[in-house]
Protein backbone atom coordinates (compact mmCIF):
# COMPACT_ATOMS: atom_id res chain seq x y z
CA UNK A 1 0.00 0.00 0.00
CA UNK A 2 1.25 3.17 -0.86
CA UNK A 3 1.68 5.43 1.90
CA UNK A 4 0.58 9.54 0.73
CA UNK A 5 0.36 12.85 3.12
CA UNK A 6 -2.74 15.12 2.44
CA UNK A 7 -1.98 19.04 3.08
CA UNK A 8 -3.82 18.68 6.42
CA UNK A 9 -1.72 15.70 7.23
CA UNK A 10 1.09 17.75 6.81
CA UNK A 11 -0.04 20.60 8.65
CA UNK A 12 -0.90 18.44 11.26
CA UNK A 13 2.70 17.08 11.19
CA UNK A 14 4.17 20.76 11.23
CA UNK A 15 2.41 22.24 14.37
CA UNK A 16 2.94 19.01 16.18
CA UNK A 17 6.85 19.87 16.07
CA UNK A 18 6.26 23.35 15.77
CA UNK A 19 4.59 22.49 19.75
CA UNK A 20 7.72 20.22 20.55
CA UNK A 21 10.50 22.98 19.88
CA UNK A 22 8.71 25.59 21.60
CA UNK A 23 7.75 23.49 24.43
CA UNK A 24 11.39 22.70 24.39
CA UNK A 25 12.19 26.38 24.13
CA UNK A 26 10.51 27.37 26.75
CA UNK A 27 10.55 24.46 29.10
CA UNK A 28 13.37 22.67 28.97
CA UNK A 29 15.75 24.85 26.69
CA UNK A 30 19.08 22.89 27.57
CA UNK A 31 17.08 19.62 26.00
CA UNK A 32 18.59 20.07 22.02
CA UNK A 33 15.92 16.97 21.04
CA UNK A 34 12.84 19.40 21.17
CA UNK A 35 14.86 21.84 18.57
CA UNK A 36 15.73 19.03 16.61
CA UNK A 37 12.68 18.03 16.40
CA UNK A 38 11.12 21.02 15.27
CA UNK A 39 13.50 21.07 12.67
CA UNK A 40 11.06 19.63 10.60
CA UNK A 41 8.14 22.19 10.86
CA UNK A 42 9.66 25.19 9.09
CA UNK A 43 10.48 23.74 6.07
CA UNK A 44 6.12 21.92 6.36
CA UNK A 45 4.85 25.34 6.59
CA UNK A 46 6.91 27.29 3.88
CA UNK A 47 6.20 24.21 1.31
CA UNK A 48 2.74 24.51 2.19
CA UNK A 49 3.14 28.98 1.69
CA UNK A 50 3.87 27.99 -1.86
CA UNK A 51 1.15 25.42 -2.32
CA UNK A 52 -1.08 28.00 -0.80
CA UNK A 53 -0.81 31.11 -3.06
CA UNK A 54 -0.68 28.62 -5.72
CA UNK A 55 -4.48 27.28 -5.23
CA UNK A 56 -6.28 30.08 -3.39
CA UNK A 57 -9.27 31.41 -4.67
CA UNK A 58 -8.38 35.20 -3.10
CA UNK A 59 -5.05 36.16 -2.78
CA UNK A 60 -5.96 39.48 -0.96
CA UNK A 61 -7.58 37.61 1.83
CA UNK A 62 -4.97 34.87 2.14
CA UNK A 63 -2.49 37.56 2.64
CA UNK A 64 -4.11 39.36 5.14
CA UNK A 65 -4.86 36.31 7.31
CA UNK A 66 -1.18 35.42 7.26
CA UNK A 67 0.07 38.60 7.68
CA UNK A 68 -2.68 39.67 10.62
CA UNK A 69 -2.14 36.79 12.39
CA UNK A 70 1.52 37.30 12.34
CA UNK A 71 1.36 40.95 13.25
CA UNK A 72 -1.10 40.12 16.43
CA UNK A 73 1.02 37.27 17.85
CA UNK A 74 4.60 39.33 16.88
CA UNK A 75 3.20 42.09 19.01
CA UNK A 76 2.05 40.27 21.82
CA UNK A 77 5.17 38.94 21.80
CA UNK A 78 7.43 42.14 21.78
CA UNK A 79 5.24 43.25 25.11
CA UNK A 80 5.81 39.63 27.03
CA UNK A 81 9.37 39.63 26.29
CA UNK A 82 10.31 43.15 25.66
CA UNK A 83 12.60 42.71 22.49
CA UNK A 84 11.29 43.10 19.00
CA UNK A 85 11.46 40.32 16.53
CA UNK A 86 8.83 39.19 14.22
CA UNK A 87 7.25 35.80 13.90
CA UNK A 88 7.29 33.06 11.01
CA UNK A 89 4.28 34.27 9.75
CA UNK A 90 5.42 37.95 9.16
CA UNK A 91 8.34 35.52 7.15
CA UNK A 92 5.88 34.12 5.08
CA UNK A 93 3.72 36.99 4.61
CA UNK A 94 6.85 38.69 2.66
CA UNK A 95 7.03 35.05 0.46
CA UNK A 96 3.56 35.81 -0.10
CA UNK A 97 4.17 39.36 -1.52
CA UNK A 98 7.18 38.54 -3.06
CA UNK A 99 5.31 35.43 -5.39
CA UNK A 100 2.61 37.63 -6.21
CA UNK A 101 4.98 40.19 -7.95
CA UNK A 102 6.50 37.51 -9.68
CA UNK A 103 3.10 36.49 -10.99
CA UNK A 104 2.63 40.02 -12.04
CA UNK A 105 6.33 40.95 -13.58
CA UNK A 106 5.47 37.88 -15.64
CA UNK A 107 2.75 39.38 -17.64
CA UNK A 108 5.54 42.41 -17.94
CA UNK A 109 8.83 41.34 -20.09
CA UNK A 110 10.53 44.65 -20.49
CA UNK A 111 10.48 45.60 -16.62
CA UNK A 112 10.05 42.49 -15.15
CA UNK A 113 13.99 41.79 -13.87
CA UNK A 114 13.80 45.10 -12.50
CA UNK A 115 11.03 44.81 -10.76
CA UNK A 116 12.52 41.40 -9.31
CA UNK A 117 15.70 43.05 -8.56
CA UNK A 118 13.90 45.97 -6.57
CA UNK A 119 12.07 43.15 -4.66
CA UNK A 120 14.79 40.70 -4.09
CA UNK A 121 16.48 44.14 -2.86
CA UNK A 122 14.16 45.40 -0.79
CA UNK A 123 13.32 42.45 1.00
CA UNK A 124 16.77 41.42 1.63
CA UNK A 125 17.51 44.68 3.25
CA UNK A 126 13.62 44.37 5.18
CA UNK A 127 15.22 41.32 6.96
CA UNK A 128 18.31 42.49 7.78
CA UNK A 129 16.73 45.55 9.63
CA UNK A 130 13.95 44.07 10.76
CA UNK A 131 14.65 40.71 12.57
CA UNK A 132 11.83 38.28 11.10
CA UNK A 133 12.15 34.81 11.80
CA UNK A 134 15.08 33.34 9.30
CA UNK A 135 15.26 36.26 7.65
CA UNK A 136 15.72 36.57 4.12
CA UNK A 137 16.72 33.35 3.05
CA UNK A 138 13.86 31.66 5.02
CA UNK A 139 11.58 34.08 2.81
CA UNK A 140 12.84 32.80 -0.08
CA UNK A 141 12.29 29.03 0.52
CA UNK A 142 8.49 29.58 -0.39
CA UNK A 143 9.57 31.66 -3.23
CA UNK A 144 12.01 29.30 -5.23
CA UNK A 145 8.93 26.36 -4.55
CA UNK A 146 6.37 28.28 -6.21
CA UNK A 147 8.65 28.72 -9.39
CA UNK A 148 7.24 25.07 -10.72
CA UNK A 149 4.49 22.93 -11.40
CA UNK A 150 6.27 19.84 -12.14
CA UNK A 151 6.97 17.84 -9.22
CA UNK A 152 10.62 16.33 -9.18
CA UNK A 153 12.07 19.56 -10.29
CA UNK A 154 9.40 21.76 -7.28
CA UNK A 155 11.19 19.01 -5.12
CA UNK A 156 14.65 19.29 -6.16
CA UNK A 157 14.33 23.64 -5.79
CA UNK A 158 12.75 22.75 -2.63
CA UNK A 159 15.38 20.88 -1.59
CA UNK A 160 18.67 23.65 -2.69
CA UNK A 161 16.60 26.23 -1.03
CA UNK A 162 16.36 24.53 2.24
CA UNK A 163 20.49 23.75 1.62
CA UNK A 164 20.78 27.26 1.10
CA UNK A 165 19.28 28.09 4.19
CA UNK A 166 20.66 26.01 5.98
CA UNK A 167 24.55 27.15 4.86
CA UNK A 168 22.91 30.80 5.32
CA UNK A 169 22.04 30.45 8.94
CA UNK A 170 24.97 30.24 11.64
CA UNK A 171 23.15 27.12 13.30
CA UNK A 172 24.74 23.64 13.41
CA UNK A 173 21.16 22.58 13.99
CA UNK A 174 19.28 23.55 11.13
CA UNK A 175 20.94 20.70 9.21
CA UNK A 176 18.20 18.90 11.02
CA UNK A 177 15.09 20.76 8.43
CA UNK A 178 16.07 18.16 6.04
CA UNK A 179 14.15 15.65 8.40
CA UNK A 180 11.07 17.01 6.23
CA UNK A 181 11.94 16.10 3.52
CA UNK A 182 10.09 12.43 3.65
CA UNK A 183 7.04 14.06 4.62
CA UNK A 184 6.77 16.39 1.80
CA UNK A 185 8.05 13.67 -0.60
CA UNK A 186 4.87 11.83 0.27
CA UNK A 187 2.58 15.01 -0.13
CA UNK A 188 -0.12 14.24 -3.21
CA UNK A 189 -1.61 17.17 -3.88
CA UNK A 190 -4.31 17.09 -2.01
CA UNK A 191 -5.89 19.15 0.65
CA UNK A 192 -7.94 16.29 2.39
CA UNK A 193 -10.77 15.32 3.02
CA UNK A 194 -11.79 18.66 5.68
CA UNK A 195 -11.47 22.12 5.97
CA UNK A 196 -9.57 22.71 8.84
CA UNK A 197 -8.25 25.88 7.52
CA UNK A 198 -9.44 27.85 10.88
CA UNK A 199 -8.59 25.42 12.99
CA UNK A 200 -4.80 25.61 11.83
CA UNK A 201 -5.11 29.28 12.28
CA UNK A 202 -5.80 29.70 15.23
CA UNK A 203 -3.45 26.83 16.69
CA UNK A 204 -0.56 28.99 16.25
CA UNK A 205 -1.29 31.66 19.10
CA UNK A 206 -2.95 28.98 21.08
CA UNK A 207 -0.24 27.04 21.13
CA UNK A 208 1.86 29.91 22.46
CA UNK A 209 -0.71 30.74 24.92
CA UNK A 210 -0.88 26.85 26.51
CA UNK A 211 3.14 26.72 26.39
CA UNK A 212 3.76 29.98 28.36
CA UNK A 213 0.93 28.73 30.69
CA UNK A 214 2.53 25.73 31.55
CA UNK A 215 5.86 27.66 32.33
CA UNK A 216 4.13 29.79 34.60
CA UNK A 217 2.94 27.07 36.97
CA UNK A 218 6.20 24.88 36.62
CA UNK A 219 8.05 27.97 37.85
CA UNK A 220 5.74 28.57 40.74
CA UNK A 221 6.25 24.52 41.45
Not at 45 to 63: D, M, Q, S
Amino acid sequence: MKIQLTGNSLKVIAMVTMFIDHFGILIFPDVTLFRIVGRVSFPIYAYLIAEGCKYTKNRVKYFLQVFILGLICSVVFMVMERYIFFCILITFSISILMIYLLDYVKKSLKSRWILLTLALAGTFFLCKYVEVDYGFFGALVPIITYLTDRKPYKFLLFTLSLIVLILAVDNSIQIYCLLSLPFILLYNGKRGKYNLKKFFYLFYPSHFVVIYALSIILAML
